[in-house]
């Protein structure tokens, strides 16, 4: 089975802010090149949407076929039952969506799935806290991996991610949104 293509390396840009404040000038931006130096590999196979949680490595195909494979830098992909367009994986457990927006939980990564009610075109699973966005680019969230109990949160994102309560999100503009108080974990 092959499924899994890593992207090519983002290309390097310096970017630098300035903030107007009433203290000294601000220092000139600096030149230097970030610590890390990623050395990219490719691995076989493609995949349109991939997650990752500590070496467990999850996607999904053009065909919404879901693989995951236990291996950061080896192992092989297995294919789970099932057709996904979006898949999330974390602490061995995944979430997803698929292409009529519903809403599927798996305690492992094995694909014994369950139906979650409701409708989310994707998904975000960091622990026990879900989140997730509607075709309407409304927001919701849970600290229930199989409870019914979403709460809409205020604003509306097309994509959204959730680390350690802290939530990132991208509207249809694809402007930029974080709010670190927005899940009590």
Excluded: M
Excluded at 105 to 134: A, E, F, M, R
Excluded at 143 to 162: A, M, P, Q, Y
């Amino acid at each position: 089975v092959t499924v899994g293509e890593c992207p090519p390396p983002p290309d390097e840009k310096a970017v630098s802010v300035n903030v107007a404040t009433n203290s000294a000038p601000a220092a000139p931006p600096s030149t230097a090149k970030p610590s890390f130096k990623p050395e990219w590999s490719q691995i076989s196979g493609k995949l349109k949407q991939v997650s990752v949680d500590g070496d467990t490595v999850c996607g999904v195909n053009a065909h919404d076929n879901i693989y995951c494979k236990d291996s950061l830098t080896g192992g092989s992909w297995r294919k789970l039952p099932g057709g996904l367009k979006y898949v999330s994986v974390s602490g061995g457990k995944l979430y997803g969506v698929n292409r009529n927006d519903d809403i599927f939980y798996s305690p492992n990564t094995q694909g014994q799935w369950t139906h979650i009610p409701g409708k989310l075109k994707q998904v975000d699973l960091d622990g026990d806290t879900v989140c997730g966005v509607n075709s309407a680019d409304n927001i919701y969230c849970k600290d229930s991996l199989t409870g019914r109990d979403w709460t809409r949160l205020s604003g509306r994102l097309k994509h959204i991610s959730v680390s350690g309560g802290v939530l990132y999100g991208v509207n249809s503009n694809d402007d930029i949104y974080s709010d670190e108080k927005a899940v009590s974990v």
